[in-house]
């Protein structure tokens, strides 16, 4: 029985890590249509585009406080909605105001929703006692590519954006709130107990503050891929505006590939190895980038990247959940604020300094921060430490 709901917990948390990677693709690739919709102007859009992660750093840091009277399962049943619904209004209004209300809404929902799916995603991880965390970052990263595929249908028609996301707000919406019905949290099994000094006590920021600084950097590298990839290609080496379309469409590939295996490789070899691997091959797609002769290879330093970030996010929650079991709640929120820090830095900084200096160089600059990893693997502690030889036996606690 006890597995049955474990399984059952799982499936539904893939399902709602899909959602939301089928949401967020929706919304951020059809900027440009949004910018046309409302009539927000080059200047101007910087400052909307940074409002949602703020926002969605905030509502993070409070979410810490909700879960810990209500539980995460609670709310990412509403949250999950609600960001939906968001979406939707996003496509709705025709003011400037209207636009704001829309994503400042949205903003605040996702950072609710990001740390309240990563909570259970690492309790889940404990419950079953060997890792299945990129196993929920891959169902993000197939719903992205899904979102992405549905959002150029929708620019390839020509349809407006509620007309576009009318539909899949419409079938999501029920999938969404059906599936919270099966929510479940781990209950602290015997890893939790072994792992030490901080079970039962706070969050220490200086010991979590590695895995702070290793999630900034993966999501700089990121947020270069999906804001400058395009530029790159077309502008420094010379591809057409269709190629131009590739890397980054590769890269979503290769991320998906990533995580779908990652899970083996860490049960394997151990988070930390996997992690080191990761960030050396990210380092090395990122150097190809820099140095590539023409378009062609500038895809494959992208592909490559794909392959290397995709496994560093999801250990760095498990990770934050592993190093304080009995906070993994806290921990996990607050780590996810350095995903949005992370994603407001990375873009403006790889622009300002291809503007300042070049944009070969730039690349340079998220290579060796993502390489500083390496030095940080160590956080991430050894396969024993955490999974007990992979052996523990599940277990639950009730969510409602």
């Known amino acids: 029985m006890t597995d049955a709901r474990l399984r059952r917990g799982r499936g539904s948390l893939a399902v709602s890590f899909f959602v939301q990677g089928v949401t967020f693709a929706l919304l951020v690739t059809r900027i440009p249509a949004i910018q046309d919709r409302y009539g927000i102007s080059d200047g101007l859009l910087p400052a909307f585009l940074a409002a949602v992660p703020i926002l969605a750093g905030v509502a993070s840091v409070v979410t810490e406080k909700v879960v810990a009277r209500v539980g ?6 509403w949250t999950q909605p609600f960001v939906l619904l968001a979406l939707l209004a996003v496509g709705m209004g025709d003011a400037l105001w209207q ?27 404990r419950a079953y006692g060997r890792s299945i965390m990129l196993g929920f970052h891959a169902s ?81 590298g990121d947020s270069t891929v999906s804001n400058w990839s395009a ?29 779908a295996v990652g899970d083996f490789g860490v049960r394997r070899f151990g988070a930390g190895t996997v992690v080191r691997a990761g960030a050396v091959l ?9 140095v590539a002769p023409g378009a062609w290879a500038g895809i494959a330093g992208f592909t490559v990247l794909g392959l290397g970030l995709s496994v560093i996010v999801p250990q760095t929650f498990a990770a934050a959940g592993r190093l304080f079991p009995g906070a993994s709640d806290a921990a996990v ?3 996810n604020v350095f995903n949005y820090v992370g994603f407001l830095v990375g873009s403006p900084l790889v622009g300002a300094l291809g ?24 956080s991430f502690g050894s396969r024993e430490a955490r999974y007990g030889g992979g052996h523990e036996r599940p277990r639950t606690v009730d969510v409602g």
């Open 282 to 290: 990210a380092a090395l797609g990122f150097a190809c980038v820099a």
């Open 72 to 77: 995460p399962a609670v709310v990412l049943r």
């Open 231 to 259: 530029k790159y290609l077309q502008d420094v080496l010379g591809s057409s505006e269709e190629l131009a379309t590739v890397p980054y469409n590769a890269y979503m590939v290769t991320t998906l590939l990533g995580r």
């Open 333 to 335: 929120a607050r780590l």
């Open 355 to 378: 503007d300042a200096w070049s944009y070969r160089g730039a690349m340079l600059v998220p290579m060796v921060l993502v390489l500083v990893t390496v030095v940080y693997a160590t």
């Open 99 to 125: 636009a704001a209300l829309a994503l400042g809404l949205f903003g605040l929902a996702v950072g609710a929703l990001d740390a309240s799916m990563n909570m259970l995603g690492v309790s889940l991880q």
């Open 140 to 220: 993000y990263s197939f719903g992205g590519i899904a979102g992405a595929s549905l959002a150029w249908v929708g620019a390839h028609w020509h349809l407006s954006l509620f007309v576009s996301y009318l539909p899949v707000v419409a079938v999501l919406l029920p999938v969404a709130f059906v599936g919270s019905r099966w929510y479940v949290a781990g209950g602290a099994g015997p890893v939790a107990e072994e792992t030490g000094e901080n079970k039962g006590s706070g969050v220490a920021f200086k010991l979590l503050l590695p895995l702070c600084l290793v999630m900034s950097f993966a999501y700089i």
